[in-house]
């Protein structure tokens, strides 16, 4: 959270609410459809079926938030960290309809419109996200306290253990700040533009059903990825978001509220390799902390280490290009042979 610049109470931007619901829309909502899109060998005379399906998906996305963004990045030999986004899919089908000139002939001159629409045009995004502040009894009651935090070995972790082992004999470096105290509930609250409801997206989609579904990507969102700095200590993650009426709300728009801003939240065990994996990657890490992790990922079954390389790949691929100009030391080259080795086209069964 953010002190407010007048008022003084911590809030979270409304940017950082839509980037994070547009984020978690392509990368986790729209994952499923565009995994079963095939590339495009040869076009028959009728779009496939899962084609539409992910158009439509498609559709809504850039309707709520005005474009695709998500790209993987490239490492130096070449392969790509991530799974592909929606971007990444259509494209070889708008590219494979014009080549084969089918995109003046129906049917397929409809979903090449559609596929140009999404993918070489921007809109204003019908969504509207305002910024998430504390309740009025939250703020009554006081939100803030004093945290900590004290690492034990500054040089070990200053220097990423080169040559050096974490002993006892360092001098602790605690670092104050303050933080927001769990239990407090914020509210977020957003709304749609009536006149870009329809604007491409797809009909069947109503106004309440809109609403619903923005509603259950910010509880998933927040409660599975958090939001802010400081996740790995637990900061960030959100009891679910349930709706509390239109009451005191714009019009057209809708509230919802947000448990423990700070994130310390009283988990239960992994019951999956992916809730095992979240906990052992959350978004957010210090670079220090998450080449500790990564370190530490092959002491894990196989089946939570692809989860971690997949949460890696979506919330962490930049930190491979710094990695690469120090691949001279052994852990480092040892950690990209790692990442390498769960990256797409590398990863193999153990």
């Known amino acids: 959270a953010t002190l407010h610049h007048l008022h003084g109470f911590p809030y979270i931007p409304g940017s950082s609410v839509k980037g994070l619901l547009h984020h978690f829309a392509e990368?986790?909502?729209?994952?499923?459809?565009?995994?079963?899109?095939?590339?495009?060998?040869?076009?028959?005379?009728?779009?496939?079926?899962?084609?539409?399906e992910a158009i439509e998906a498609a559709s809504l996305v850039w309707t709520l938030f005005g474009s695709l963004v998500v790209e993987r990045a490239k490492?130096?030999?070449?392969?790509?960290?991530?799974?592909?986004?929606?971007?990444?899919?259509?494209?070889?089908?708008?590219?494979?309809?014009k080549e084969e000139k089918l995109h003046e002939q129906e049917p397929w001159q409809g979903v090449y419109a559609d596929l140009v629409r999404l993918l070489d045009t921007n809109r204003g995004a019908a969504?509207?996200?305002?910024?998430?502040?504390?309740?009025?009894?939250?703020?009554?009651?006081g939100m803030l306290e004093c945290d900590i935090?004290?690492?034990?070995?500054?040089?070990y972790y200053r220097k990423e253990g080169a040559g050096i082992s974490p002993s006892d004999t360092e001098n602790p470096t605690p670092i104050y700040f303050l933080a927001v105290k769990p239990g407090v509930t914020f509210?977020?609250?957003?709304?749609?533009?009536?006149?870009?409801?329809?604007?491409?997206?797809?009909?069947?989609?109503?106004?309440?059903?809109?609403?619903?579904?923005?509603?259950?990507?910010?509880a998933r969102a927040l409660s599975?990825?958090?939001?802010?700095?400081?996740?790995?200590a637990g900061y960030g993650y959100f009891d679910p978001p349930h709706p509390v009426?239109?009451?005191?709300?714009?019009?057209?728009?809708?509230?919802?509220?947000?448990?423990?801003?700070?994130?310390?939240?009283?988990?239960?065990?992994?019951?999956?390799?992916?809730?095992?994996?979240?906990?052992?990657?959350?978004?957010?890490?210090?670079?220090?902390?998450?080449?500790?992790?990564?370190?530490?990922?092959?002491?894990?079954?196989?089946?939570v280490q692809r989860e971690?390389?997949?949460?890696?790949?979506?919330?962490?691929?930049?930190?491979?290009?710094?990695?690469?100009?120090?691949k001279e030391k052994p852990n480092v080259a040892k950690r990209l042979a790692w990442v390498e080795r769960f990256s797409e086209g590398g990863e193999h069964d153990a």
């Open 308 to 326: 971690i390389a997949r949460l890696f790949r979506v919330h962490y691929s930049q930190e491979v290009k710094k990695w690469r100009k120090k």
């Open 75 to 97: 490492l130096k030999n070449g392969s790509l960290l991530g799974p592909k986004g929606p971007r990444e899919r259509l494209t070889p089908w708008k590219e494979r309809i």
């Open 224 to 232: 599975e990825w958090g939001i802010g700095g400081k996740t790995s």
């Open 149 to 155: 935090l004290n690492p034990h070995y500054p040089e």
């Open 27 to 52: 990368m986790e909502w729209m994952a499923e459809t565009m995994a079963k899109l095939p590339e495009p060998t040869s076009l028959g005379e009728e779009p496939p079926e899962i084609l539409k």
């Open 245 to 303: 009426g239109q009451k005191g709300t714009p019009p057209g728009a809708r509230k919802a509220k947000g448990t423990d801003p700070a994130g310390r939240m009283e988990r239960k065990p992994p019951a999956t390799p992916a809730e095992e994996a979240r906990a052992i990657l959350p978004p957010g890490l210090a670079p220090s902390e998450l080449a500790q992790r990564i370190d530490r990922a092959p002491e894990y079954p196989e089946a």
């Open 127 to 141: 969504l509207t996200c305002f910024d998430a502040v504390p309740t009025k009894a939250a703020i009554q009651a």
């Open 187 to 218: 509210e977020f609250r957003f709304k749609l533009r009536d006149d870009d409801i329809h604007n491409g997206t797809p009909k069947n989609w109503s106004r309440e059903a809109l609403l619903e579904q923005v509603e259950a990507w910010l």
